[in-house]
């Protein structure tokens, strides 16, 4: 962190987002089987459900957005969205 104003990491499930926040990240991207290579078991809608309430640290949702979904996402507690190849 002494090179970087902050540092997020990317989780696949609650159990890494909390791991991440007591390691002390300063925010997290719960990303979904929508997303494709490596992910989870979990929808990012299903990941956001988990998250919300118990994440005290910013989190973005990445997998299965689109300009119309992403207002889903911050609805449902997200700091916003991570788009990649819809771009």
Known sequence: QALAESV???AYCLDDALAAQETG???????????????GKHST??????AHGK?????WARGGFSTQT?????????TGIVLGEQL
Do not use: N, S
């Not at 990240?25 to 490596?38: I, N």
């Not at 992403?70 to 997200?78: H, I, K, S």
């Open 25 to 39: 990240f300063d925010g997290v991207v719960l990303k979904g089987q929508e997303a494709g290579g490596r992910a």
């Open 45 to 50: 809608f299903l990941l956001l459900h988990e």
């Open 70 to 78: 992403a207002a889903a996402a911050t609805v449902a507690g997200a």
């Open 55 to 59: 994440l005290d640290i910013p989190y």
């Open 8 to 10: 997020m990491i990317e």
